[in-house]
């Protein structure tokens, strides 16, 4: 009994040693004359340690643009990426770290993001999401929620969009699209039924890079609505939002 | 005699062995000998030159948050109910933060309601109050609190507002919503957060339209990931 006891103590210790050792750091060393240490990731919280030149860090987690390291003898903080971008990695070289910017947004593969505007009187949220085909190219999927005074309902959008000029700082871009919109009156009115129609779509917009993984967003999209009475349907709709690419 | 039997009997098991392990060992020698080869050069040079491999660990980062909360949700003219919901954000940096969140509560009668008895305004399905919105969050006064002697914890005030839509009284409602919080950082990744917002639409469930205020406060946890 003891010695088995005693053998699942030491398998548990092992694996606890494997646990604590299997979590590896990047570990950088300090070129500058030192890098400040905050209590907290951002500006506002105090200084409590300076590592000096020589000195050696791990980084142990990343927040926004802080990240948090620790010194050979225990010490812990948030140093800020301007600074980390001063020490130099194993090999000796200036660390490099992933910084979301331009270029980034200009590579960009996917981007979602949720805009609101006015669909000829009536209130809409819309999702959506992107594909980038090439720098100029994507394709989107939209839902939309309607709500309107009288009636609410649903749009799903499949659209081609072509970014004609991607490096302006204020990006203009076309699109066309197709798909189906559902409508029911509103409870408190009198009931008619449900419709869903299909629709074809034209519009333009443009994309403005903000920061970090951010985009503003503006569009215009006009819409004609395929329904099943002797008149198709124009609505214009206009939205603003905002979206975020990785 | 004895031994003679010994011979034969030893002569014949040898002759089976010999018979089995022909048979068997044959196929295999063949085998042997190819793998015997290709094994070969690898014990004769054995690099004695350690190689430095520089892989560069992933840095964690930690600009996700995930959280649920629950909470009171007074809904005008329906009363104050429990509300329970989801959050998911996105931190652009220290200060800035876009949040996506979900909410349920199930409203009570209005008094006009209780008052007549009988009278019932909504069925149990319209009386769900379901939102959805996405906000942008701003943190303002980023600090530390003391817990006793040796114990300090990060927090910060935010400042939060958005727009998204409301399922109540079978409608959907556009809804905007404003208000404002607070972050209790127990570590790096593990949250609590206090939360106080508005929910504004304009409703016409009562007959004629007006702007509706829908307060609620709630408590919840949050992971960074």
């Known amino acids: ?246 | 005699m004895e031994t003679r039997v010994r011979i034969l009997f030893l002569t014949l098991v040898a002759g089976m062995m010999l018979a089995t392990s022909g048979c068997s060992s044959l196929p295999f020698f063949g085998k042997k000998q190819d793998t015997g080869t290709a094994e070969a050069p690898e014990q004769v040079i054995e690099p004695e030159v350690e190689r430095r491999d520089i892989v560069k660990p992933k840095i964690d980062t930690e600009d996700f948050e995930i959280g649920g909360f629950a909470g009171i949700m007074s809904v005008e003219d329906f009363g104050a109910s429990p509300v329970v919901g989801a959050t998911l954000a996105y931190h652009f940096s220290e200060a800035l933060f876009a949040e996506a969140a979900i909410g349920r509560t199930d409203t009570e009668e209005t008094s006009f309601e209780r008052l007549s008895g009988a009278a019932q305004l909504l069925t149990d399905d319209e009386r769900q109050f379901t939102y959805y919105n996405a906000s942008v969050g701003w943190n303002l006064f980023p600090g530390e609190a003391f817990f006793g002697r040796d114990r300090a914890f990060n927090q910060s005030l935010y400042l939060i507002g958005g727009l998204g839509s409301t399922r109540f009284g079978g409608d959907d409602l556009f809804t905007i919503n404003f208000g404002a919080g607070y972050r209790l950082l127990f570590n790096d990744v593990f949250a609590l957060r206090v939360d106080f917002r508005d929910h504004v639409f304009d409703s016409d469930l009562l007959g004629e339209s007006e702007t509706v205020h829908n307060l609620t406060g709630h408590i919840g946890f949050s992971f960074f990931f």
Do not use: C
């Not at chain 1, 951010?214 to 008149?231: H, M, P």
């Open chain 1, 1 to 246: 009994m003891k010695p088995a006891l005693r053998s699942i103590l030491i398998i548990l210790s092992l694996f606890a040693a494997s646990a604590l050792h299997a979590k590896e750091y990047r570990e950088v060393s300090v070129a500058d004359p030192y890098i400040e240490m905050r209590t907290g990731p951002g500006k506002g919280y105090p200084i409590t340690y300076v590592a000096e030149r020589g000195e050696n860090v791990e980084i142990i987690r990343r927040k926004t643009d802080w990240f948090k390291v620790r010194n050979d003898r225990g010490r812990e903080g948030w140093v800020n990426i301007v600074q980390m971008e001063q020490t130099l990695d194993a090999a000796g070289e200036t660390t490099e770290f992933e910084r979301v910017g331009r270029d980034e947004f200009l590579q960009r593969r996917w981007e979602t993001g949720i805009l609101t505007g006015d669909f000829s009187g009536a209130d809409t949220v819309s999702i959506y999401g992107g594909y980038s085909i090439s720098r100029n190219l994507s394709v989107e999927v939209w839902g939309s929620q309607l709500i309107g005074n009288f009636s609410t309902g649903w749009l799903g959008t499949v659209a081609v969009v072509h970014e004609t000029w991607p490096e302006w700082r204020i990006s203009p871009y076309f699109t066309l699209g197709t798909g189906i919109v559902e409508t029911s009156p509103k409870s408190t009115l009198v009931s008619t039924p449900d419709r869903s129609d299909q629709f074809a779509m034209v519009g333009a917009g443009a994309r403005v890079y903000v920061t970090r993984r951010f985009v503003l967003r503006g569009e215009y999209k006009s819409y004609v609505v395929i329904t099943s009475r002797d008149d198709n349907e124009e609505v214009e709709e206009w939205k603003l939002g905002f979206g975020f690419f990785f």
